[in-house]
């Protein structure tokens, strides 16, 4: 299984980017594809996730800002991040772990967002 991470980039503070990430292979059908952040000098944080069959989670810290969608028949996951300031620039990683697992089981390369003026 392969996650492929992209549309990171550098934004303006204000500005909207959209995060995709695409699993391929021979995934779990049970499956919640979401995403972590790194900033740097901080814990990696956990953003939102997406729950194969319905369900989403979305963290405090960018609720009301970023929203989180899959393909109902495609092992797909998209962020869009609206209003970004300069707070969430981070490294952003896909990931995919069976419903219910507490580890990963699968990442996707990190894709960076930078937002600055």
Same mark, same amino acid.
Do not use: H
């Given at each position: 299984?392969?996650?492929?991470?992209?549309?990171?980039?550098?934004?303006?503070?204000?500005?909207?980017?959209?995060?995709?990430?695409?699993?391929?292979?021979?995934?779990?059908?049970?499956? !919640?594809?979401?995403?972590?952040?790194?900033?740097?000098?901080?814990?990696?944080?956990? !953003?939102?996730?997406?729950?194969?069959?319905?369900?989403?989670?979305?963290?405090?810290?960018?609720?009301?800002?970023?929203?989180?969608?899959?393909?109902?028949?495609?092992?797909?996951?998209?962020?869009?991040?609206?209003?970004?300031?300069?707070?969430?620039?981070? !490294?952003?990683?896909?990931?995919?772990?069976?419903?219910?697992?507490?580890?990963?089981?699968?990442?996707?390369?990190?894709?960076?967002?930078? !937002?600055?003026?």
């Amino acid at each position: 299984v392969q996650l492929q991470a992209s549309g990171g980039g550098l934004v303006q503070p204000g500005g909207s980017l959209r995060l995709s990430c695409a699993a391929s292979g021979s995934i779990f059908s049970n499956n !919640v594809l979401g995403w972590y952040r790194q900033a740097p000098g901080k814990q990696r944080e956990l !953003v939102a996730y997406a729950i194969r069959g319905g369900g989403y989670y979305i963290a405090d810290s960018v609720k009301g800002r970023f929203t989180v969608s899959r393909d109902k028949d495609k092992n797909t996951v998209d962020l869009q991040m609206n209003s970004l300031t300069p707070e969430d620039t981070a !490294v952003y990683s896909c990931y995919a772990k069976r419903i219910g697992a507490g580890t990963i089981d699968y990442w996707g390369q990190g894709t960076l967002v930078t !937002v600055s003026s």
